[in-house]
């Protein structure tokens, strides 16, 4: 098991990705805490999904768009579970709009919780990590909208693209203490936030007809990667980012 003994903290963890990684972490060997936003029901299966797997598993609400959530998200999971072993900054939002009539509470609110959450989270983990020592695994998730733009994206897309610095800046940063930084960047992954987008068929088949693995991608396919970084395999590799997108992004032609 890639991860046994060790502890896991994500954020965004009750659906999507977030979910996938936390439930993978835990087939993995790992006790698990996920932060969320919202109804309880679905950080409650994925708690319970969690404990099915014989692993510790906690559910502490917040939303990581104000600072102080990040300080007790990671204070209250490591009293809870004993440490931080990796942490992974996961939550996000995409309320696709135009670019020309975009509101600025559209603009700051995707600002907030994307990048200045990752930012916020990522160092309160750092600073754990830091003071109880031994080094650690940070995992953003970023995006391949780091690299390659969306007309209704453009809040969004700066936003994914400092997450990916933010990943190689903190490598820099916390290299001395063996602190890991990366970032994993998937590509189009079907979960609830692009539901609305994806539910124009044209949309969707254009955007699947684009990966050369021949399908858009489910949460699951982001739980490997994620927790290869995450653990002692990658123990070389920081401050990189991994495309997790079928082959998309190199699909020119
Ligand atoms: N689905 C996709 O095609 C892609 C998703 N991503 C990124 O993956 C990450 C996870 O998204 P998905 O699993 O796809 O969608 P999702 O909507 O299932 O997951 C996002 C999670 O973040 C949580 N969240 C939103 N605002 C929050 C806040 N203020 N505080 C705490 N939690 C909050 C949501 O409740 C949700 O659980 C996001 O950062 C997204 O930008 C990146 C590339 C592609
Ligand atoms: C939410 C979008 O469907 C998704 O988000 C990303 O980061 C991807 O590039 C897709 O556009």
């Given at each position: 098991m890639l991860l046994e003994g060790k502890t896991v903290l994500i954020t965004g963890g009750s659906s999507g990705i977030g979910a996938a990684a936390a439930v993978e972490a835990?087939?993995?060997?790992?006790d698990v805490a996920?932060?969320?936003?919202?109804?309880?029901?679905?950080a409650h299966d994925v708690v319970a999904r969690i404990e099915a797997l014989g692993r510790r598993g906690v559910?502490?609400?917040?939303?990581?768009?104000?600072?102080?959530?990040a300080t007790a998200f990671v204070g209250r999971a490591a009293d809870a579970l004993g440490r931080v072993d990796v942490f992974v900054s996961n939550a996000g939002i995409c309320p696709f709009h135009a670019f020309l009539d975009m509101?600025?509470?559209?603009?700051?609110?995707?600002?907030?919780?994307?990048l200045h959450g990752a930012f916020y989270m990522v160092q309160a983990a750092a600073n754990r990590m830091v003071a109880q020592g031994g080094g650690g695994a940070i995992v953003a998730v970023s995006s391949i909208s780091a690299l390659v733009g969306g007309e209704y994206q453009t809040h969004y897309t700066p936003t994914k693209a400092g997450v990916h610095s933010l990943m190689q800046s903190a490598a820099i940063a916390l290299g001395r203490y063996g602190i890991r930084c990366n970032s994993v960047l998937p590509g189009t992954i079907l979960t609830e936030i692009n539901r609305d987008d994806l539910a124009d068929t044209g949309k969707r088949e254009r955007m699947a007809a684009r990966v050369p693995l021949g399908?858009?991608?489910?949460?699951?396919?982001?739980?490997?990667?994620?927790?290869?970084?995450?653990?002692d395999m990658a123990r070389y590799v920081t401050g990189a980012a991994l495309l997790v997108d079928g082959g998309a992004y190199v699909n020119l032609q």
């Amino acid at each position: 098991m890639l991860l046994e003994g060790k502890t896991v903290l994500i954020t965004g963890g009750s659906s999507g990705i977030g979910a996938a990684a936390a439930v993978e972490a835990a087939r993995q060997g790992a006790d698990v805490a996920i932060n969320y936003i919202g109804a309880d029901a679905g950080a409650h299966d994925v708690v319970a999904r969690i404990e099915a797997l014989g692993r510790r598993g906690v559910a502490l609400k917040g939303d990581v768009a104000e600072p102080d959530t990040a300080t007790a998200f990671v204070g209250r999971a490591a009293d809870a579970l004993g440490r931080v072993d990796v942490f992974v900054s996961n939550a996000g939002i995409c309320p696709f709009h135009a670019f020309l009539d975009m509101p600025a509470a559209t603009f700051e609110r995707t600002m907030a919780v994307n990048l200045h959450g990752a930012f916020y989270m990522v160092q309160a983990a750092a600073n754990r990590m830091v003071a109880q020592g031994g080094g650690g695994a940070i995992v953003a998730v970023s995006s391949i909208s780091a690299l390659v733009g969306g007309e209704y994206q453009t809040h969004y897309t700066p936003t994914k693209a400092g997450v990916h610095s933010l990943m190689q800046s903190a490598a820099i940063a916390l290299g001395r203490y063996g602190i890991r930084c990366n970032s994993v960047l998937p590509g189009t992954i079907l979960t609830e936030i692009n539901r609305d987008d994806l539910a124009d068929t044209g949309k969707r088949e254009r955007m699947a007809a684009r990966v050369p693995l021949g399908r858009l991608g489910e949460p699951e396919d982001l739980a490997g990667p994620i927790v290869f970084l995450a653990s002692d395999m990658a123990r070389y590799v920081t401050g990189a980012a991994l495309l997790v997108d079928g082959g998309a992004y190199v699909n020119l032609q």
